[in-house]
């Protein structure tokens, strides 16, 4: 079939494995890892945090938030404190649960909860948020 080829046969072979692997190289989708920036990455969290939206007020900026946790389970939030830069601004009020009270992750694990804090403005990227628990805190970013 071959025969009045010019070129060796391991030629031809190497040839044609040039071509399948520039193919396959061509046809294929290189994915890069993301880092999960919306979320706790402290292994040692009781709860992960994952910012929603953040709406502004008349009295400042309410930030929508995602309590992850083990279904059946208890946690209690003392207070939160808005960081951004070196400056605090402690929450006013929450929703979705109550200040120094414990509450429980329900069947899905999951709570929706809104924090209001007493800053005008826009919120940066580096805003973080800072959970004063009963097992000690857990800080997260205020934004995704």
Known sequence: MYKHSKYPAYMRIFRNLILAVASLT??????????????VNQLDADMNIIPDK???TDDGIRISLCLIGIPHTSQRIDSV???IDKKNYPANDIDGVDFKRYFQFED??????EVD???NGALPKNATLLFHTVNGDIESPARQ
């Open 26 to 39: 061509a046809c294929t989708a290189f994915v890069l890892p993301q880092n999960a920036s919306g979320q």
């Open 54 to 56: 953040a709406v502004k």
């Open 81 to 83: 404190d808005l960081r």
């Open 108 to 113: 899905e694990g999951v709570i929706t909860i």
């Open 117 to 119: 804090f007493p800053f």
